[in-house]
């Protein structure tokens, strides 16, 4: 349990009221919108049947909306909801952990393993309220951690990894069975779909199952043999060693399956074929959907990927693009996504702008480039890390003005050239620089604003000066212009005047017979990506060309750093700095371990935002005290905090911060404290908090339900 908040986003139709927007009518949203009704409840899960949807808090609390006509809704009655609704009819003593939804039913798994059922749900009469499933099952202890519902059949997988289906068709009723064909597999992960999807018979109202072993093999059957499978579970011999799986749809009959090595496949259950979905190869995928025409992808990273399933190709809707989607579900016809709430407020990434202070700054500067008949102040160590080749003193650098030189400083102190500045002639000379020292994301980057920067009367002199300086892709772009455009390289130009006669003779000849540029290379591939971070972490975790050692109180070995990075970055570093020697000693009333002043290193070098709760316990405050550019390292520890704090650990953490002396981070964790007070109030933990934090604590839970009341 974490106390993140979220935001909750939904599109499709509202046919049925399975958005919870009222104000949308009967129409169809188009794009991803905010659900306000689920504001600050902390959803942490979605699930989807036909026509209604579900939502689970980090509480357990589960919210419910849409029809209801079989009670899969769990509210006791039939009554629609149009907006979302709490469920209280789970028992409270047992959290809901894991929802999931069939075409008109809803199962609800909670912490003992419980599993809970209402709507049609396989048996004679529908269940208006949740109820357990063990009063109906053989053995009542048995615990489930899956289960997958089509319209008249389900599939349950308990914690010991047995398999049992169940179901109710025309009168015939399927009791609870373990399926004996998976007995001594380690089954992971069922699903099931409605039948109604084969063309064999759709009225039939049959199901078939799917289920994924430990072994990656998938197999399908049915409870019902039929003209596609049989009741002996079949395996799926196209698809490669899966790690996951994701089907249930009335109108799509594909299942989603997740390779090992990251490919994502879909395989028709009619046609038997399996199509790889392009374009997300490679990539971890954490949560799949299926929808009745689309298909939603969640990658590691929480980029939300749609894509249909005639037309295979992913994209991230604009509404979801630079968010983290936690989860996602899909009906037959609307979607649903939990989305982290956190990057909205997370200011922005300051280290390149920090780090261009320092560009030609004498400030800590440990040597001199000549460039023409200047000497211009470096820093060796971050030379080291970009360009080693420049960190050397014999390295003599010629054929460059001390305007291009700046531009590659900035893009080796921070990625940021300022290619407006320069002139087609200094950007020939940039790209030389760029080739010179192998520099192959500004290589590519200045060649392209090269060729957006060819004009008529520039392009022929652009031509001799990549043609004297060997720069072949930007040779061929400078050619392929003057065919394209037409401009003939007479020899009565003036421009041509002069020039290396070799490549009038290339320019002619191009013109009579453009396969000879064949003969050069074109810029390949992408643009490189930038390599800014990952240099300057090799920086921080190794010891080289260091000029300033690092002492905590209480703390007998140093930390090496540089005082350029720490000074770039802090404006107390950058103060206090100027007047040590070799060493920095942090104030004692710093209460800081090693491995967490190194990791708040790690943030200043390369803007590294991954903390653990220890670390975010002890950075706190560290914004403010070292005087950094925003707020956005405080954030991101906040971030961690509810992230990784839970009911099991929240009251040593809040001891610790009330030790510390950590004001903002105590009161972030009394928050939210305060809002999962029925999961903390019988913690053991709790009585031996010091009197005036038990007072505080107190006050805030009285003050938090006056403005739940209100």
Known sequence: MNFLNTDVYVWGSNRHHQLGDPSVGDDTVEAPTLNRTLNDKRVTRVACSAQCSYGLTESGTVYVWGVNNFGELGLGNTTPAFTPRSNKNFPDADKVVKIKA??????????????YYCGLTGFPTPSYKPLPFSELFPDPYTRFHDVA???????????????????????????????????????????????????????????????????????????????MYTTTPT?????????????????????????????????????????????????????????????????????????????????????????????????SRHFIVVVDDYQDTVPADTLADDLLRMVTSEKFSDMTIKVESSHLPAHKCILMARCPVLADPRTMIDD???????????????????????????????????????????????????????KEENVFQALQWVH???????????????????????????????????????????????????????????????????????????????????????????????????????????????????????????????QSYRQFLRYLYCDALEFDLNHAVYMDGFDRYFMLSNARLQVTINYAVLRQLGHANCIPVLAAAAKLGKQDLKQVVIDMICRAWEHVVHLPELEDLPKNILVELMRAKADFLVKDDK
Not at 149 to 163: E, I, K, N, S
Not at 401 to 414: C, E, G, W
């Open 102 to 115: 069939g075409q008109y039913s809803f199962f609800a798994i909670t912490e003992s393993g419980e599993l």
């Open 149 to 227: 519902f089509a319209v008249h059949y389900g599939v349950g997988l308990t914690t010991q990894f047995q398999l049992f289906t169940w179901g109710y068709f025309n009168d015939r009723q399927l009791q609870p069975t373990l399926h004996h064909f998976f007995v001594g597999k380690k089954t992971l992960q069922v699903c099931a779909v409605p039948q109604s999807t084969l063309p064999t018979n759709p009225n039939s109202g049959t199901t078939m199952f799917i289920a994924l072993t430990d072994d990656g093999s998938v197999y399908v059957w049915s409870p019902v043999t039929n003209a």
């Open 235 to 331: 395996p799926i011999p196209s698809l490669p060693h899966i790690a996951k799986i994701q089907a249930r749809s009335l109108e799509n009959d594909h299942l989603l399956s997740l390779s090992e090595r990251g490919d994502l496949y879909m395989f028709s259950l009619t046609k038997k074929k399996t199509q790889l979905v392009e374009g997300l190869s490679g990539k971890k995928m954490e949560h799949l959907a299926v929808g009745g025409t689309h298909c939603l992808a969640v990658d590691e990273v929480g980029a939300c990927h749609v894509f249909g399933v005639d037309d295979v190709r992913p994209v991230i809707p604009d509404a979801l693009h630079g968010k983290t989607v936690r989860h996602a579900a899909a009906g």
């Open 400 to 454: 460059c003005s001390i305007k291009v030189f700046v531009q590659l400083l900035r893009y080796l102190y921070a990625d940021k050239p300022q290619f407006e500045l320069l002139s087609i002639f200094d950007l020939v000379q940039l790209l030389h620089m760029a080739d010179r020292f192998h520099l192959t994301r500004l290589y590519h980057q200045t060649t392209r604003v090269i060729e957006a920067t060819l």
């Open 468 to 594: 004297k300086r060997k720069l072949k892709e930007a040779k061929r772009i400078c050619m392929e212009y003057i065919l394209n455009h037409n401009i003939i390289a007479a020899t009565s130009k003036d421009d041509v005047k002069g020039a290396d006669p070799d490549l009038v003779v290339d320019v002619l000849q191009a013109q009579a017979n453009k396969t000879i540029l064949d003969e050069l290379p074109r810029l390949a591939g992408e643009e490189p990506a930038s390599t800014l971070r990952h240099d300057f972490t090799k920086l921080w975790e190794g010891s080289l060309l260091t000029d300033v050692t690092i002492r905590l109180h209480d703390v007998a070995e140093g930390i090496p750093a540089h005082k350029v990075i720490l000074a770039a970055r802090s404006n107390l570093f950058d103060t206090q700095l100027r007047d040590t020697t070799d060493v920095f000693q942090v104030p004692a009333d710093i209460q800081c371990d090693r």
